[in-house]
C-alpha cells in the first residue's frame, strides 16, 4: 500500500514536498516513480528513482524538483521548489521496476494521489 502526503494550495514560486509512505517489504527492492496527472491531461512522469540510485526527471521540473527515497523509513519524497501554475495536478508515487517507471508505463502499485494546486 502507497499513501501520498504533503499536497495542497501553494503560490506560484511557493514549494511543497510530497512523501509516499509504503507498507510490506517491497520498497527497497523496487524503482520508486512519481507521476502527475492535470485534468484533461494524460499522466505524465514528473521523476523516477531507481534501487542503486539512478534517476529521471521530466524536463519541465529538471532543476526544480528533487525525488529522494529512505528505505529505512520506507518512504519516498518529491521536494518541489519554484512550483508553476502548469505543476497543478493530482500526484502520484508509484512502485515497480525501474524500466517500466522510465518509460512512462508506471509501476505494479500505486497511491491514491495528492492534489497540488499551484495559483498564480
Known amino acids: 500500500q502507497l499513501v501520498e502526503s504533503g499536497g495542497g494550495l501553494v503560490q506560484a514560486g511557493g514549494s511543497l514536498r510530497l512523501s509516499c509512505a509504503a507498507s510490506g517489504s517491497t520498497f527497497s527492492i523496487n524503482a520508486i516513480g512519481w507521476y502527475r496527472q492535470a485534468p484533461g491531461r494524460q499522466r505524465e512522469l514528473v521523476a523516477g528513482?531507481?534501487?542503486?540510485?539512478?534517476?529521471i526527471y521530466a524536463d519541465s521540473v529538471k532543476g526544480r524538483f528533487t525525488i529522494s527515497r529512505d528505505n529505512v523509513k520506507n518512504t519516498a519524497y518529491l521536494q518541489m521548489n519554484s512550483l508553476k501554475p502548469e505543476d497543478t495536478a493530482v500526484y502520484y508515487c508509484?512502485?515497480?521496476?525501474?524500466?517500466?517507471?522510465?518509460?512512462?508505463?508506471?509501476?505494479?502499485?500505486w497511491g491514491q494521489g495528492t492534489q497540488v494546486t499551484v495559483s498564480s
Open positions: 508509484t512502485v515497480g521496476a525501474y524500466v517500466n517507471i522510465k518509460y512512462g508505463r508506471g509501476g505494479d502499485y
Open positions: 528513482i531507481s534501487v542503486g540510485g539512478m534517476i
